[in-house]
């Protein structure tokens, strides 16, 4: 929704989708206008969601990667997106370290997208995030995650 509502973000930029799942926030992206997408997620059958959520929404695929790219050399990326992936205290610890070092290296602008799970709530990261804006999640999302009322959009800012 925020890049939807935000396309400056985005517009002629690089962008990595980290954890992309359905490829919701990726496809955002591209139309928005990024000049350059990649979705990761390490689940093929996310890769496969992604590829039919493309088609249903009339867009040439873009490049998906199935692999953990958090074990792989860091490419440059002007913005790196990832939503609701402070699940697990390891990899909220990897993916912090993993973040800090686009953001050091190749000056990465890096947003999170959280419901306010406990594991990200409670982790070290909140001490450099900046609130962009919070939106209220529709009444069946509500229903399906138990009783997450919102989700916010954080600006990553170490």
Request: proline share 6%; glycine share 6%.
């Amino acid at each position: 929704r925020y890049l939807l509502d935000n396309p400056d973000v985005v517009k002629g930029k690089s962008v990595l989708d980290l954890g992309s799942g359905c490829g919701a926030t990726a496809i955002a992206a591209k139309m928005s206008g990024a000049s350059r997408i990649l979705a990761n997620d390490i689940d093929p059958i996310a890769g496969m969601a992604i590829i039919l959520n493309c088609e249903l929404n009339q867009l040439n695929p873009f490049p998906i990667l199935t692999k953990n790219i958090l074990d792989l050399e860091q490419e440059k990326w002007d913005l790196v997106v990832l939503g609701d992936m402070f699940y697990d205290e390891d990899l909220a610890d990897s993916l912090h370290q993993w973040l800090k070092n686009c953001f050091w290296i190749h000056r990465t602008r890096v947003l999170i997208g959280d419901p306010g799970r406990p594991q990200f709530s409670g982790h070290s990261i909140q001490h450099q995030l900046h609130k962009v804006v919070e939106y209220s999640l529709p009444e069946p999302t509500r229903r399906e995650n138990n009783g997450l009322t919102t989700s916010t959009v954080w600006d990553f800012q170490p």
